[in-house]
């Protein structure tokens, strides 16, 4: 495992969740350059190289974020709004992964710039499948600008 | 023999002579004729000949057909001329037969020349020498021939000449002769004419000279029988009638002597009477020149009698014009009678007259003169000037009067006019009554009626009121006061009017009314205005709202009885009350932007007013209205509250939704899929009854998933803005259709849409509905092969019905009621899946469109579902 070197950063504050959604991405063996933070500050404070992560290297970016929108501390709408609104972050991709059916969250998720916005499936097959193809495209196929 | 016939004769004798030497030329210019025709005829013989001549020598040098032929033309053109030749005298037919025979004879001759040149062209020398000598003997001929045809012509032209010649001189002898025989003639018998008559007129002219001295006896000598005799005759018998008369009129004169003695005494009487006369008389010719006078003409013009006598008998008047026009009116009708001159004295002294004139004739009839007589009338005319001055002086004061009565009753008449007055007048004795034209018309009339009397009056009064009325007259004749009252009286159209009336006693001098004069007007028009002033009067007096009305110094002009017992003290305070707090600034809005009212809220005794301050331009007052607002300004405050309650619980059921949809789906999730990886991981390790609990566990956390969606949903129905458009029924139908037939591959499915009506409301929400009623169709058709399901809409009045029909399982009716219920269902789960919230949203969002929606079925019979959406249709078009 190369130091540092993510493919998916995972920002989720539910262990089930995150258990079931590393079980998926082991399906593309993508589960090993998974990085998991648990609530939206220390998602900022990786991202920015901020805090615990301050000696983290901006320049190492991840190839997708997965986002979660209702997360403690700071919302997934806010950590996106801070994504977009960095010069040196805002060509992230990140997706949206939450259980939020909601027109508004979608319609602000959009006019933030979210590249797309999954509902995660209730049923785990459904679900395991969601995610899988979630990693396959982000990570392996789509190539990023830099 | 008359003289007459004497001159008939000669001229005769003068026409006769002259048609006898019209003769004579006559016969003289036939012989010249015929004399020149003659010598015509000889030259063109002549000329003839010659030609021939020259044609004979050039057949000679040329022998041929052509000169052949023409000299035969030649020579029948002579011989033409020669047969067609006509005289009359027998030495000239001798010679022109003579050179006929000649002329015949060159044809002779040239005949054989012709024949010698045949002979000619085919002879032999030697005969050709005795033929050339014949032709020269046959030419020696023709010659000898021509030459006696030429001196025969000369002769006849010879002839010719000594004939015209000899005709000539004859007739020229002959007419010198004749006329110098008729001159001699015609000269004497004039000669003796005119000796004869000329002493016949003499011997005639001596007599009657002799006659006309005096010698009545003489008689003219009567010669011959001519007309001078007949004249001397008539003459003499003439000179006798004149000698009887002459006898009888002798005697004439002597009586007429007589009887002209016994008229020159009977004038001299009437001259005297005329030159007594003090007039003066004058007679005038028919020229217009004074014939007569008498003395007072003379005296009156200045002028004596000789002078005046001859001369123009206008220049003795100061307006000859008029003079002369009276003169020529007793022409036109025989006399005139005071006609009115003025002579002039020469001293200047003026004299008027009048003047009596008439014309007098003779004993014809035929007029001679005028006898004028002038009276002298000086003395009266002073006296009439007089007279007519002080009369203008009174008709001129009359006329100012008169002018000032008009004036006046003028005056009366408008003002009563103006004022819609009758007038009248009553003799109380008589009862009868004078009225105005519009006295009658209050009355009903349209004209004065011939006669008016207080019964008359007291009948158009109504019942009711005609008690009164005729008491106060009682009262007002008796002690001699006014009359004044109103009543209602019916008008001869039907019409009931308001009337007043009033009237004043006129008193004699024993102080007893005998008359009274009055006016009356129509106050109908009054009465309805005040009846309607009464009325209107109510409306701010019952207002339950306080009003208010002041002037603009703020005095208290009116104040309802509401406001009066809200304010008892505004009248005191007027303006500076609270209740008019502020009130200029708002009045000035008024005033100047032209505003009508002002409203704003004021608070008085605890309670809340909506104010209203008008200004009343009209009549420049400030009018306020209140308008008790407490009741609904609680309302308000109350709804306030609420609304901002239920705003708060909104968003509290907002905040419910969205951790539902979030929270409660991570458990659920989490179950589902430990379940499953279970069931993956350790499924070798567990019993067949531990597996199918796991799956039993996962598929009750997916069920609850689902109820968790469709409860979402569901509430956001509530929530979802409605954008109201057109929707095109038919193709929402066909679209859904296609989606849910891809997401049932499997399932044999008959689908109909039979006449979709186009549809007004929120397209995303009535998709719904149609996804919805379309999908729970094929869901309840599931045992049926094929499943017909058919989809349509029916007008029925201003209602349009849609539907959507299947042959599934069906329900029972007696559950209808429960069909749209949020969770409800009729079918268990293991018969048919769902949540039952599909229909609890269709009659949500029908109910939202301010529709209806119902079912019908049976079990095992196919359901019938319907809705309708409000009366919108009219927007669809």
Redesign the interface.
Known sequence: MLEGIIDVLLIED?P??VE?TL?ALRVHKLANRVKVLRDGEEALDYIFCTGQFADRDICVRPKVILLD??LPKIDGIEVLRRIRSDERTKTLPVVVL??????KDRVDSYELGVNSYIV??????N??QAVADIGFYWVLLNKLPF | MSIRTKLLINVLLLVTSLLVIALVLNIARNEIADSVRRADFADRIVIGVSDMNAITYDYLMKPGERARRQWEMKHTSLDDLMKSAKFKRKEVIVIVQRIMKSHEDTALFFKQLVENSEKKKHASVSLRALLDENDERNVTQLMARSQIMASDSYLLARESEVTIQKALTWSVWFITITLVIMIVIIGAISFFLSRNITASINTLKAGTEIIARGDLEYRVPVRGRDEIASLSLSFNEMAGRLKDVDASLRGEIEEKEKAREALRIANLYTRSLIEVSLDPLVTISAAGRVMDVNKATEDVTGVPREKLIGSDFSDYFTEPGKAREGYSRVFSQGFVKDYPLAIRHTSGRITEVLYNAATYKNDKGEIQGVFAAARDITALRAAQNALRKSYDELEHRVEERTAELRESEERLTHALEAGELGIWGLDTKTGKAWRSLRHDQVFGYDKILPEWTYQMFLAHVLPLDRKEVDEKFGHATSIGTEWNFECRIRRTDGAIRWIWAQGMPRLNERNEVVSMVGLVRDITGRKQTEAETERLATFPRLNPNPIVETDMAGNVQFVNPAADRLFPDIREHGLAHPWLADWEALVRTCREGGKEANVREVTADGRWYLQTISFVREVKRIRIYGLDITERRTAELELKERTVQLEAANKELEGFSYSVSHDLRAPLRAIDGFSMRLIRDFGDKLEEDGVRKLHAISRNAQQMGQLIDDLLSFSRLSRKEMHMSRVNMEAMARDVWREIKESNPNRELDFRIVNMIPLFGDASLIRQVVVNLLSNAVKFTRDRKPAVIETGSRKEGSEITYYVKDNGAGFDMRYSDKLFGVFERLHRPDEFEGTGVGLAIVQRIIHRHGGRVWADGKVNGGATFNFTVAGKEKNIA
């Open positions: 539910n089930d969740d079931l079980d929108l209702k939450t259980s939020s059916n909601e027109q995660k499936p209730v049923e785990f097959d679900f395991a």
